[in-house]
């Protein structure tokens, strides 16, 4: 559950770049390389890397 003292835990970042990996796969295999398969392949990597860098900060 989501605290309100401005903490936001790792774990939503990592679970977030999954599932837009998984939106990436399905819509990739139903309409192929389009600009928001792209997108969402961008955005999963995105949420990755923050995850990366807070598990790093800590």
């Known amino acids: 559950m989501a605290r309100l003292d401005g903490i936001i835990e790792p774990i939503y ?3 977030t770049s999954l599932t837009f990996i998984l939106l990436s ?4 295999k139903k309409f192929g390389k389009t600009r ?20 790093l900060k800590n």
Request: glycine share 4%; net charge neutral.
């Open 13 to 15: 970042f990592l679970i």
């Open 25 to 28: 796969i399905i819509q990739y």
């Open 36 to 55: 928001e398969t792209k997108y969402l392949a961008g955005l999963a990597i995105f949420f990755f890397c923050s995850y990366i860098a807070i598990i």
